[in-house]
């Protein structure tokens, strides 16, 4: 996998090439390991370490019914310790770029469903961060990723 713009972080990785393996400490297992996954596991470690979000209050991989009838999965749902949900991060592989509509469109759609204050969009190279303003109905983008703290406040 590339070298993604986030701090490099070590990883339990297990498999043969084209069948690895990275260990989730979330779900607490291993999952294929999948570009996107890649993004995920390292945008996870740079929520913890550099953010200093509590793994406790993290989810990965959240499924959810949208519109009483699609399943989708929210990558990342963070908790404040009260256990509303504060933030949700989308990650999309490295591969696909995320200054596209639909992929703010989706978090978007996302969000309506869950209404909380911040969401993160994230290939791994380029990260946007909102803050949802639910009285204007609007997103206003952020020009760092909160800590964890400054969601709280």
Known sequence: MIQLNLPS???RITGSEGSEMIFDPIR????RLTPEEWV????VQYLIHEGKYPPGLMETEVMFRLHNKLVKRIDI??????????LLVECKSYKVAINDAKVRDQIGEYNMHFKV??????????HYAFRYDQERNLYDFMMVIPLYEDLLT
């Not at 749902?77 to 504060?86: A, E, I, K, L, S």
């Open 28 to 31: 607490r297992k291993y999952v």
């Open 77 to 86: 749902r963070v908790r404040d310790r009260r256990g509303n949900p504060v």
């Open 117 to 126: 204050p911040y969401v993160v969009i994230t290939n791994g190279l380029d």
């Open 40 to 43: 995920r596991q390292n945008f």
């Open 9 to 11: 972080y070590s990883f």
